[in-house]
């Protein structure tokens, strides 16, 4: 059974750091694409950040470049979201996904991806 679990959410102050993790089980994913999203109060799920099967290419919203980094580590089987400078508007629930591919192929598409999880709270006060 695939199990993605988040962690690392919690309540931040405007400007401060997060690092969420999210851990995969039952299956290994090192070749497969990874991303974040995220679900605001009242608003439509979003694509965050994705990263390559191989950690070389990465994607951002423009709403988080040179603030987040998505890194990963195959051995362990685990995708991480480095967030700086945070904003009250980055809160949100935080959910990662697996995709069906390798290479980073129409990362905000949601339809491609195969497997999420059920999400880590994030709350940037101001």
């Known amino acids: 059974q695939v199990q993605l679990v988040e962690s690392g959410g919690g309540l931040v102050q405007a400007g401060g750091s997060l690092r969420l993790a999210c851990a995969a089980s039952?299956?290994?994913?090192?070749?497969?694409?990874m991303a974040w999203f995220r679900r605001a109060p009242g608003k439509e799920r979003e694509f965050v950040a994705a990263?390559?099967?191989?950690?070389?290419?990465?994607y951002y919203t423009d709403s988080v470049k040179s603030r987040f980094t998505i890194s990963r580590d195959n051995g362990k089987n685990t995708v991480y979201l480095g967030m700086n400078s945070l904003k009250p508007e980055d809160t949100a629930a935080y959910y990662c996904?697996?995709?069906?591919?390798?290479?980073?192929?129409?990362?905000?598409?949601?339809?491609?991806?195969?497997?999420w999880g059920q999400g880590t709270q994030v709350t940037v006060s101001s």
């Open positions: 996904a697996v995709h069906h591919f390798g290479p980073i192929y129409m990362p905000t598409k949601e339809d491609l991806y195969v497997y």
């Open positions: 990263m390559s099967w191989n950690g070389i290419d990465t």
């Open positions: 039952g299956r290994n994913f090192s070749s497969n694409a």
